[in-house]
């Protein structure tokens, strides 16, 4: 594919995905990220491509980041809630209060210190409750790569919390 059949393929089909992912996220700044984002794909792999049958690649490519876009801000979300406490309980006395909010800052600060592949293969497992199977598959890597990068987040975790 050259320059000439990609700009045409770009000008054919960027308004459709990007209504398409619209459709599947309901959000329009997204919806233009995670088109924009995909044609960027096609194009740094368009020597694999055939123009011929780019659509219904366009359209799976584009499910498949809807999808992942998802997990990804589910996930953050998870976190965040997690994270944060209820302000009405006063149960507890001003020493646990100020322990756990140490508590809380380092682990923080030792997610932070992860790189993204352990953060969130640490998450998914922590968070989502994934076994290590289930995130090789999600992620597209091997299980033992999962289990390499939970081992590099325990070990981050482990130095930033002792």
Known sequence: MDKAEFKHIFDQYFDTIRC???????????ASDITQDLFMKV?????????????????????DQVISDYRKTLSQRNYAEDMAIERDNQTHSPEEQMQFEELKQQYADALNAMNEGQRVA????????????????????????VEKRMTAALKVL???LL
Do not use: H
């Open 20 to 30: 398409f992912v619209y459709y599947r996220c309901g959000d329009k700044e997204t």
């Open 43 to 63: 194009w740094e792999k368009k020597e694999q491509l055939d123009p011929r049958t780019i659509k219904p690649l366009l359209y799976k490519m584009a499910n």
């Open 122 to 145: 640490f998450l998914m497992s922590r968070n989502d409750e994934l076994k290590y199977t289930e995130i090789s598959e999600r992620l597209g890597i091997s299980v033992k790569a």
């Open 158 to 160: 482990k130095l930033k």
